[in-house]
């Protein structure tokens, strides 16, 4: 029984995952390869009661209209997302031409950015920790628009606490996408003036987030699935000292496969900061609402509220 449990645990390992799991399957067929972490992803669900129970907690509290059937199944559907995403950061090197990549991920009212771009405008792109976001990015490069970012991973020390095998992964990540990218990725503790120069050359993604305990930023409070959040006007501020468009969008999973929808720029000289940041909340909001198996915070809900 011990040496079983020992196993059980072993399986259930960040290790496992991401050393021998997700390289392996990164090597399979794409349907094959995402069908089987979601297999895991399912296994990983009931080896962690507590935490889905949470994550359906959280979803009771805004969505106080559906069944508890309905959230559990959106529920299950985030922990197999959450593998899913995981194998990205693997499978995505293996893409070879345009027709694997268009099969990977397709791009949807993208062709604006695109001619943003070839008339010398500089461009941003935002969205939420909702889907798998970074896939974004494959699509763009596979058009010739190389797309950087700013995050708050990627510095030389663990600030963040977490478990070393996750932070090693999400190191891997990071470098995996930059050099597939060939784009700057900022650390957000870091100075913000490179992203002014690399906006000349580069899209940069910033996401809509969330400020840590420990951080000091500018913020403007917003509603936000039925509580008040305080939001950072970091999106805004650099948009307009740099003069950019801001391109929202937000990566859709279905059975066909992924799907990166791009929407109406916002001129960001001719908004205020204010007005920025509530369009794109809303629009975050809007996305949470409609399928809200989708996004990643769901855990944190408590803690994006203000008292």
């Known amino acids: 029984m011990v040496k079983a449990l020992n196993m059980k645990n072993y399986f259930t390992s960040l290790a496992f995952k991401y050393q021998y799991l997700l390289p392996l399957l990164a090597k399979l067929p794409q349907v094959t390869a995402y069908r089987l972490v979601s ?5 990983l669900a009931s080896q962690h009661l507590a935490e889905r129970e949470a994550i359906i907690h959280q979803m009771q509290q805004v969505l106080v209209d559906r069944e508890p059937e309905q959230l559990a199944e959106w529920t299950d559907y985030f922990f197999l997302m959450n593998q899913r995403e995981a194998l990205d950061s693997f499978y995505f090197q293996t893409l070879k031409n345009s027709s694997e990549v268009k099969q990977f991920i397709e791009l949807v009212d993208y062709q604006p950015l695109v001619d943003a771009r070839k008339q010398g405008r500089r461009v941003m792109i935002t969205s939420g920790h909702y889907g798998r976001f970074w896939m974004a990015g494959v699509g763009l490069k596979e058009q010739g628009v190389s797309v950087g970012t700013i995050t708050r991973d990627g510095g030389d020390t663990n600030v963040h606490g977490l478990p070393e095998a ?18 700057p990725f900022l650390v957000e503790e870091q ?53 950019a468009l801001i391109f929202p969008y937000y990566v859709n999973e279905s059975r066909s496969g992924l799907q990166a929808k791009f929407y109406p720029a916002l001129e960001a000289q001719d908004l205020t900061d204010a007005e ?25 809900l408590p803690m994006l509220w203000k008292n």
């Open 39 to 43: 297999f895991y992803g399912r296994f």
């Open 166 to 183: 996750e932070y090693q992964y999400r190191l891997f990540k990071l470098a995996s996408l930059k050099k597939y990218f060939d784009a």
């Open 191 to 243: 100075s913000v003036r490179p992203i002014y120069k690399a906006l000349d050359t580069h899209v940069m993604a910033v996401f809509i987030d969330v400020p840590h305990a420990s951080e000091t930023m500018d913020c403007i409070e917003l509603p936000f699935l039925g509580g008040v959040t305080d939001f950072p006007l970091g999106i805004a501020r650099i948009a307009k000292k740099s003069k």
């Open 276 to 300: 920025i940041m509530e369009h794109l909340v809303q629009l975050l909001e809007a996305q949470i609402l409609a399928n809200p198996q989708q996004w990643w915070l769901w855990q944190a």
